[in-house]
């Protein structure tokens, strides 16, 4: 006959260790995974194009960490291709732009027409419609990617 020895004082905290920690590896066993990121989640889609305003908001949004893409804005509208271009960025940048002018400093001014727009259900995330000169127009775009926290995700270890 084996006789059992008593459990000593010196073994409690492993036991209390060892069950704690086989709990939590339990708990995590059982969470469901993130979907996976394929890159959309970190794009804009920004209409193909050389003005001037253009190429200063696409400098903005490359700024700030933003992959982009150009999508031909006619196209689209002809084909309704939203779902397609949401599997590729997660948002569009609309825009129309006309030069008026120039500021008394001499920078270029614009009467415009700009939106973000997310892809996937056609949510317009925030508008600007103004006559500025090209820093104005800029800085309240840029108020209005901070004012709606657009900003690229993070993703990695705990995001």
């Known amino acids: 006959m084996s006789v059992q020895k008593p459990m000593t004082l010196r073994k409690i905290p492993s036991i209390a260790l060892a ?5 939590m590896l339990s708990a995590c066993a059982g969470a469901p995974l993130p979907p996976a990121d394929n890159g959309a989640s970190r794009a804009v889609a920004v209409p193909a194009g050389d003005g001037l305003l253009l190429e ?5 949004l490359r700024a700030r960490g933003w992959a ?3 999508y031909d ?3 689209l ?4 291709a939203y779902n397609g271009l949401a599997r590729q960025a997660k948002y569009r940048l609309t825009l ?3 030069r008026i002018g120039n500021c008394q400093d001499g ?6 027409n700009a939106a973000v727009i997310e892809n996937l259900n056609g949510h317009v995330v925030f508008a600007l419609t103004g006559a500025n000169c090209l820093d104005t127009t800029i800085s309240r775009f840029e108020a209005g990617l901070d004012r709606n926290d657009l900003q690229v995700p993070r993703i990695g270890a705990g995001g």
């Open 19 to 23: 069950i704690t920690l086989y709990g």
């Open 56 to 60: 200063r908001l696409r400098a903005s």
């Open 68 to 70: 982009l893409m150009s």
């Open 73 to 75: 804005a006619n196209a």
């Open 77 to 80: 509208e002809q084909n309704r």
């Open 96 to 98: 129309s732009e006309d």
């Open 107 to 112: 920078m270029p001014s614009f009467l415009y």
